[in-house]
């Protein structure tokens, strides 16, 4: 069993930064991969970034690479995404997930606004 909560939403201008955590309590936190979602009003969830368990893989999604970074701590259990040069299609509902074979969790989600 493992339980997410993302925090480091907020407002920022366009081309400004972010960075959200997610902190993550319970069993065998280090084996799981570790994913960003969001999803934008009136629009379906998207994938963001994933992260291996060890931290030394990683995938973007096409429309954040170079603008987005993804690290693990898994010393802390917690994973943080640092956002920069946002954009306001950027704006949107993050939530952080953690997978295995037959198992994901999610956490409550976390509102990023980007304005122009």
């Known amino acids: 069993q493992v339980q997410l909560v993302e925090s480091g939403g907020g407002l920022v201008q366009a081309g400004g930064s972010l960075s959200l955590s997610c902190a993550a309590s319970?069993?065998?936190?280090?084996?799981?991969?570790i994913a960003w979602f969001r999803q934008a009003p009136g629009k379906e969830r998207e994938f963001v970034v994933v992260i291996n368990s060890s931290g030394g893989w990683r995938h973007y999604a096409d429309s954040v690479k170079g603008r987005f970074t993804i690290s693990r701590d898994n010393f802390k259990s917690t994973v943080a995404l640092q956002m920069n040069s946002l954009k306001p299609e950027d704006t949107a509902v993050y939530y952080c997930?953690?997978?295995?074979?037959?198992?994901?969790?999610w956490g409550q989600g976390t509102q990023v606004t980007v304005s122009s």
């Open positions: 319970g069993r065998s936190f280090s084996s799981y991969l």
């Open positions: 997930n953690a997978n295995r074979p037959m198992r994901t969790y």
